[in-house]
């Protein structure tokens, strides 16, 4: 199996800590890093994901508005950058220890940190990674 992700949620798992939208979305989400910690890929796509899901009957689902789409562009940019390689809609990754220590320590220096600014959870990433990922779920 493989998890479809918006490349923004690259970022968001790193800092995931069991909160979320409702309970719901927090109980999919986990559903979701039990694939991952399970050894599943993940394959970038462009708009609702494997996290989105919960979300996207909702009567104004952001996970379809154009501030998430904007933060999936700066997201995949940014991550591209960090791997040296490209991440578009249809690239495949594989989340392993090496590459997750990378992106906690890009995401703790900043580096990748240009599609949060604006993000209701913004602080509580922020706290996470200043906290050096205590707690996190990936």
Not at 30 to 57: H, M, N, W, Y
Not at 77 to 83: F, H, K, N
Request: a negative charge; one cysteine or more.
């Amino acid at each position: 199996m493989t998890v479809r992700l918006r490349a923004h949620h690259l970022l968001c798992l790193l800092t995931y800590v069991g909160k979320g939208y409702s309970p719901a979305f927090t109980a999919n989400y986990d559903k979701v890093v039990e694939r991952l910690a399970g050894g599943e890929d993940i394959l970038i796509v462009s708009g609702p994901d494997d996290i989105c899901a919960p979300q996207v009957d909702e009567s104004e689902p952001h996970c379809l508005g154009e501030s998430a789409a904007g933060r999936d562009a700066v997201a995949a940019r940014d991550v591209a950058d960090l791997l040296g390689r490209p991440l578009l809609a249809g690239a495949r990754l594989e989340l392993d220890a090496s590459i997750l220590a990378r992106m906690r320590e890009a995401f703790s220096s900043g580096l990748t940190r240009n599609a949060c600014p604006g993000c209701e959870w913004f602080e509580l990433c922020s706290t996470v990674a200043a906290g050096g990922f205590r707690g996190a779920r990936v």
